[in-house]
């Protein structure tokens, strides 16, 4: 049976040599060519391909934002995403929104190839480098909210993602149905605890413990 795909990429060069790797496939079928991420969408919609190859750089909506909308309307076609370079972060919103399969562009075209078979056999087929860093990002942000539960009640949690936010006094209070009041008594709490001295402090820890 072919493995039915819609191929998108802002590079028309691209697009044709992904288009002609494929072709050497006998079980591959590309139904779509898509140079932005709306006829990227529209073409996922309108052919229900197996493997969407999906560059994330993209002019208007971009890799993430069509995923986003994959995720949300519960699509069925699997995601190979074929980018330049990706940090850890978008690696961690990649596999949060659904993705089987990273490859970089720099790589062999086999592989790729070898990743959309994986991907369409229900593996994962993940870059390993930054895989790896988002693995230890994952682990290091884990221990973070390990050291948050164990210090702060639930509601001071709430009140230190709100600081993190960018939230003043007035609006956590509003935010959280208590008093101003009672939000100055929890950020004393919450300084003493953490052994910090202001609100610039426990923004950075919001930031640096995923609470942010």
């Not at 932005?36 to 002019?59: F, W, Y």
């Not at 702060?152 to 959280?176: C, D, H, Q, S, Y």
Request: glycine residues 8%.
């Amino acid at each position: 049976m072919a493995i039915t795909l819609v191929v998108a990429d802002d590079h028309p060069l691209i697009l044709d040599g992904l288009a002609g790797i494929f072709q050497l496939e006998e079980d591959f079928t590309v139904l779509g060519r898509c140079e932005t991420g709306e006829e990227a969408l529209e073409a996922v919609r309108k052919h229900k391909p197996d493997i969407l190859v999906l560059d994330i750089r993209m002019p208007g909506q971009d890799g993430f934002d069509v995923l986003r909308e994959m995720s949300k309307e519960k699509l069925a076609t699997q995601v190979v995403v074929l980018t330049a370079a990706l940090d850890e972060t978008e690696v961690l919103d990649a596999i949060r929104l659904g993705v089987r399969g990273v490859v970089l562009k720099e790589m062999a075209p086999r592989l790729l190839v070898q990743c959309i078979r994986t991907v369409h056999a229900g593996g994962q087929w993940l870059e390993r480098q930054s895989t790896t860093r988002a693995i230890e990002k994952i682990l290091r942000l884990e221990a973070g909210m390990r050291r948050v539960a164990a210090a702060l009640t639930a509601r001071e949690i709430e009140i230190v993602r709100a600081v993190g936010a960018g939230f003043r006094n007035k609006e956590i209070a509003e935010k959280l149905s208590i008093s101003e009041g009672t939000v100055k008594v929890h950020l004393h709490n919450i300084y003493e605890k953490l052994n910090m001295d202001g609100r610039m402090a426990l923004m950075v820890y919001a930031r640096d413990n995923a609470l942010a």
